[in-house]
């Protein structure tokens, strides 16, 4: 394969340092940063870009820091963990920056400071492991092309990395398990799993195990059928199969945020879509006259029902986007919505923009998909009013936003 010298420009989204080759094309390097000189080895080639493997640093950034994973460029659960903190949150600026400007088209937007992770390290309520060849639960990793043991995992939080090495399960058919703490360090496994039958199972220390089915929802097995997680005061149900922010302190930035872009007054109506187990829902509740959530996860539906029993102005759906929000009879001020990483399906956005609400906040963990969904919803008359990025996962490229958006009068 062709080696090179580069000099690195700009970080991509997705986690690779990029330069340009002597013919101008893109070449993109993972665990390298902007402003380093590198020698690579080409590892795979398009017509317009390529991928390259670092063999040697000949010019290190003075952002370049000692990884504290051992299985770091390995496991691939963290992208970042060379680069100091300081530099990680200025990177993921400038790539939300790049994508709205590449892909959505916003020259001149307003994409403010990435606020810092208040835990960058332990932050992880949550992790997902595989079965290992070996035997016992590791992750994947895309550089060995199979599941790894894993020995420590400093992003995890130390609850999690104490359950994990006390796991001894030997399940057939385990594709998949999730091992999440809650906020008072209750402990739950949830298996996915080839067999239709669940399986027996015996613990000898204090946890509740679950299956996950295949819409999501869960079966209990052993113990309580959920979790309780506490942000900015108030406790939230959540079930195995539901999503919950996997870093809680990271999440009072979100809800801040959205209470800040919000404004609401106490006279409007706010519609939900993607409402989960209510969690943004019930700070938006707090200043508005009528709430209505969207949700399909049945036991997320569930979860919020007992989550948001105080408030008498929410009403939740359970049901797709696509199928709810073409029959409801409102008129929303203000839409809120926090879509699946893909985001708004072409079904989804026709009946947001059709409602035509006065204001949107787009919730988004990915740079891509808010600048794509965003471009639409421009072409209607909508104005990106300003970005916000939160770093919910330090030391993975991955990049949350929220965003605020006004429709044209």
């Known amino acids: ?127 997902s492991l595989s079965p290992t060849e070996e035997g016992g639960l590791g992750f994947w990793s895309p550089s060995v092309g199979k599941v790894i043991p894993i020995e420590r995992c400093p992003i995890i939080h130390p609850q999690l990395s104490t359950l994990w090495q006390d796991l001894d399960m030997e399940l057939p058919g385990l ?24 399986p027996e199972l015996e613990v000898d220390f204090p946890i509740s195990v679950a299956i996950i089915l295949p819409d999501r929802t869960a079966a209990s097995l052993i113990g309580d059928n959920h979790l309780i997680q506490s942000v900015r005061g108030s406790d939230f149900r959540v079930s195995p199969g539901c999503f919950f922010q996997p870093s809680p302190a990271a999440a009072e930035l979100l809800i801040d945020t959205l209470v800040r872009f919000a404004a609401l007054s106490g006279a409007e109506t706010v519609v939900e879509l993607y409402s989960g187990v209510g969690m943004l829902t019930r700070f938006l509740a707090v200043g508005a006259a009528q709430l209505i959530g969207i949700e399909a996860n049945a036991d997320a539906i569930e979860d919020a029902s007992v989550n948001l029993a105080d408030f008498d102005n929410i009403s939740l759906y359970q049901g797709w986007v696509e199928d709810v929000l073409p029959m409801l009879d409102a008129k929303p001020d203000l839409m809120v919505i926090n879509p699946p990483d893909d985001g708004l399906s072409v079904e989804a956005r026709k009946s947001v923009i059709e409602m035509a609400p006065a204001r949107l906040i787009y919730v988004s963990s990915d740079a891509a998909t808010v600048s794509r969904d965003g471009k639409q919803l421009a072409r209607v008359g909508y104005q990106l009013k300003a970005l916000q990025p939160i770093d919910m996962t330090p030391h993975n490229f991955q990049i949350d936003t929220i965003s605020l958006w006004e429709k044209a009068p």
């Open 175 to 198: 594709r998949k398990m999730t091992l999440r703490v809650g906020d008072d360090e209750a402990l739950l496994a949830a298996m996915e799993i080839d067999d239709v039958e669940p």
């Open 1 to 127: 394969m062709q080696e090179l010298t580069l000099q690195l420009t700009s970080m991509a989204n997705g986690g690779s340092a990029m330069g340009r080759d002597e013919s101008g094309r893109a070449v993109f390097v993972p665990f390298t940063i902007p402003g380093e000189q590198v020698r690579v080895r080409i590892t795979s080639e398009k017509k317009s870009y390529a991928q390259g493997e670092l063999l040697e640093l000949l010019s290190p950034s003075l952002d370049r820091v000692e990884p504290q994973c051992p299985h770091f460029t390995v496991c691939g659960g963290c992208h970042f963990q060379h680069i100091a903190y300081e530099a990680q949150l200025k990177l993921k600026q400038e790539v939300v920056q790049d994508q709205l400007s590449r892909i959505g088209g916003f020259r001149e937007a307003n994409v403010m400071p990435t606020l810092a992770n208040p835990t960058p390290w332990a932050y992880r309520h949550d992790i």
